[in-house]
């Protein structure tokens, strides 16, 4: 199913009731701050437009939000449409956020050259069917000398960190996903895993898509993977 853009969207609508409680869960809530790296690496500043691809239900999206008060906006783009109802929902708790909810293809946003002024993409590299035109599509809507963070779990070489992976993966997230009826659905991790560019090569490949720098660094004793950009 990875490379399936039909299938990974199915697969994100059926799971998104489940899905924020899970990613606690699965992660012990680490995830949060993997996130505030992604958004340290950013330097959100007010007034600016910032973009969140394959937003999902909006977590980081929101965080954003509160950075770029007072003139700023995000926006923040998903294929599917059940994260993003929840994405909308949280954000009414807000009203004061300007943030904008909208339903597309992180390979074809359809937004114009440079529109943003910084971007976000957690966990949605390793679903788009091709990762190096993702990053192509990112860097055309960003302004130059702009920065984006891209967060998603990391393919070790490390033999202890590989093992350790796969144990995580095989043992805790998908008897845990089993429980909850969504076994199959989390059991796509580790396959999308296997088709996902390592560190290094999606510094090259960020390097092709015109980024002027691209640097991999890995989070979490090297289990997940933060490549910071600049356009
Ligand atoms: C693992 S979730 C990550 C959600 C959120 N960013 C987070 O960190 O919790 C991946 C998201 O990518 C979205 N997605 C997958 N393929 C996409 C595409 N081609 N364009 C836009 N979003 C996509 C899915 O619908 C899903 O919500």
Redesign the pocket.
């Known amino acids: 199913m990875p490379g399936d ?1 039909t299938a ?2 199915d697969l ?1 609508e059926s799971i998104a009731p489940a ?1 924020d409680r899970l ?1 606690d869960a699965l992660s012990l809530g680490l ?1 949060r701050i993997w ?1 505030r790296q992604a958004v340290a690496w950013l330097q959100p500043q007010p007034g600016q437009h910032l973009l ?6 909006g ?2 999206a929101l965080v954003l939000a509160e950075k770029v008060r007072p003139g700023g906006l995000v926006l923040g ?4 449409a059940a ?1 993003l109802r929840l994405a909308e929902q949280r954000s009414q708790a807000s009203p004061w956020l300007r943030l904008r909810w909208s339903q ?4 074809a946003t359809g937004l114009e050259d440079g529109w943003a002024d910084g971007a976000v ?4 590299l390793r ?3 091709d990762p190096a035109a993702g990053l192509k599509e990112l860097r055309r809507v960003m302004r130059s000398g702009c920065r984006a963070a891209v ?1 998603d779990f990391n393919r070790p070489e490390d033999r202890f960190q590989k093992g350790f992976q796969r144990l995580y993966l095989r043992r805790l997230v998908v008897p845990l996903a089993r429980q909850v009826g969504l076994e199959e659905q989390y059991a796509y991790l580790e396959t999308s895993l296997a088709r996902f560019p390592s560190g290094p090569d999606q510094e090259h490949l960020a390097q092709s898509a015109g980024f002027s720098r691209a640097r991999h660094r890995t989070l979490a004793g090297g289990q997940m993977g933060l490549l910071q950009l600049v356009a």
Request: glycine share 10%.
């Open positions: 853009p990974v969207r994100f899905y990613n995830h996130k969140d691809l394959c937003c999902g239900t977590d980081l783009l998903d294929a599917a994260p597309g293809d992180a390979l993409m957690a966990y949605g679903n788009l069917a967060l």
